[in-house]
């Protein structure tokens, strides 16, 4: 990575041992030239995600060596804006204008027209802030019969947050296997509570990612067991009652529950049959 403006700026590593397999790395932070190490530390139990912070400068390397689990993982680089960046605004209300998607310093130009069709033009620098940061994020998976699963995003203030993209990623535990026939509407804001059927009984890691477009994501994890237990399943009682099925017209079937005594006698025929 080469920062080649000369100036100090915030970058953060993001890592998730998204399957849960147990990952440990190190992570070293070296000059790429010299060699020399600016930072170097180990990273694991990152299930849940972890953030490293680093103010830099000029060219660096980052090296990511693992230590157990299948492999080292990187999730996100992200680096705070340059000050000279500029943008367009398009929109001003109230003299309030809307332009910035990250923090940072910006040049603002504006230029004002009266009815007579005369202009008046102004220019300066603004700092802006990012918006405060999202409520947090916890995911639900509830078993619904069968291998059937209901999947919830859930915000900690019960917000219905609007142009959020919902991303779930299921792993069964035993095999290490993602599941991979989820829903297409998986990965939009549709996803934010989602119905899927996985491939046979057991248990599963499920987590999820919530992500502005562009922003950094959100993340949260939970599991769920299924038992792969039918879900429709017919009781009759008392137990001494028998089933007798019967041909109608066409492609109809009629059930009719009869019941008996201990002799194995026709007792009753409980009216009326159902289909």
């Known amino acids: 990575m080469n920062l080649t403006d000369g100036k100090s700026h915030q970058v953060a590593l993001y890592m998730v041992d998204w399957d849960n397999m147990g990952r440990s790395q190190t992570v070293q932070v070296a000059d790429a030239i010299s060699g020399t190490v600016k930072d ?17 400068s000029g060219h660096v390397k980052i090296t990511l060596t693992r230590t157990a689990g299948v492999n080292a993982v990187a999730s996100g680089l992200m680096f705070d804006p340059s000050t000279s960046a500029v943008v367009s605004a398009s929109t001003v209300i109230n003299g309030v204008v809307t332009a910035a998607t990250v923090g940072g310093q910006y040049l603002v130009s504006v230029t004002a027209q009266d009815s007579q069709g005369d202009t008046a033009t102004a220019s300066g620098s603004v700092d802006t802030q990012l918006d405060a940061a999202l409520p947090a994020l916890s995911a639900s998976a509830q078993a619904e019969g069968g291998t059937n699963i209901a999947l919830n995003a859930l915000w900690s203030d019960g917000s219905n947050l609007p142009n959020i993209n919902y991303t779930w990623t299921i792993t069964n535990t035993s095999t290490g296997q993602p599941v991979t026939t989820l829903p297409a509407s998986n990965g939009t804001s549709g996803a934010k509570e989602l119905s899927v059927t996985l491939p ?6 499920v ?15 939970t599991s769920v067991t299924v038992s792969g ?4 399943h017919l009781v009759v009682t008392p137990t001494t009652a028998k089933v007798v099925v019967g041909t109608g017209t066409g492609t109809t079937a009629y059930f009719m529950v009869q019941e008996y005594d201990s002799n194995n006698v026709l007792v009753t025929t409980p009216a ?4």
């Open 207 to 221: 987590s999820l990612t919530a992500a502005t477009g562009g922003g950094p994501g959100y993340n949260a994890s």
């Open 40 to 56: 170097r530390g180990t990273v694991s139990n990152f299930y849940g995600g972890q953030w490293l912070l680093w103010n830099l």
């Open 229 to 232: 237990a039918p879900t429709d």
């Open 272 to 275: 009326p049959s159902f289909q």
């Open 200 to 205: 046979a009984a057991g248990t599963y890691n």
